[in-house]
């Protein structure tokens, strides 16, 4: 790792639509933290969709999940991918063992949500984890999605055909 930071930095956030969402402020908090590294997300088949266009330093989305018997196959292929990534650093956004286990030897810093009391927010664990590993303190951002212009005018056309504005 550079004294300025790591160059490729690898996120694990494996859920739904409103799991990866909740992800969102800590990955800009990381892209503005990190203004040189190049990041990646481990994730489900949902990432791509939800997160295309969030930032072009969301470089790659490599896709996993845990279903049986898939998983038992795709696990080991997808580890000697990632090894092969040369990740400096791992956000861990996953409080399963399993996703430890799986990243395990991926990346020299490990980085991963702590056990909390059940009144801290996800989403505070979550921005926890990055602000810790910062060498400057960033914003604590809002959950936000891209939305493209065509996306807008769809959603424009769509409410004025049911008359509204």
């Known amino acids: 790792m550079t ?3 790591p160059k490729r930095v690898l996120a694990v956030r494996v859920g739904r639509g409103g799991d990866l969402v ?3 402020p800590a990955l800009r908090m990381l892209l503005d933290g990190l203004p040189g590294a190049e990041l990646d997300l481990l994730t489900s088949a949902e990432g791509p969709r939800i997160l295309r266009g969030f930032d072009p330093r969301l470089a790659r989305f490599h896709v996993y999940h845990r279903r049986f018997p898939g998983s038992l196959f795709l696990r080991p292929r ?3 991918a990632l090894r092969r990534e040369g990740y400096e650093r791992i ?5 399963h063992p399993h996703y430890r286990a799986l990243v395990e030897g991926v990346a020299p810093e490990v980085h991963a949500l702590a056990v909390a009391p ?3 927010h996800y989403c505070d664990r979550c921005l926890d984890v990055v602000e810790s590993t910062l060498q400057r303190p960033q914003p604590r951002g809002w959950i936000s999605l ?3 212009e065509t996306a807008r005018a769809a959603a424009s056309d769509y409410l004025a055909a049911h008359g509204l504005a």
């Open 78 to 80: 997808l580890r000697a």
């Open 146 to 148: 891209p939305v493209t």
């Open 118 to 120: 059940p009144e801290r």
């Open 3 to 5: 004294p300025a930071g």
């Open 22 to 24: 909740m992800i969102t």
């Open 91 to 95: 956000y861990l956004f996953e409080s």
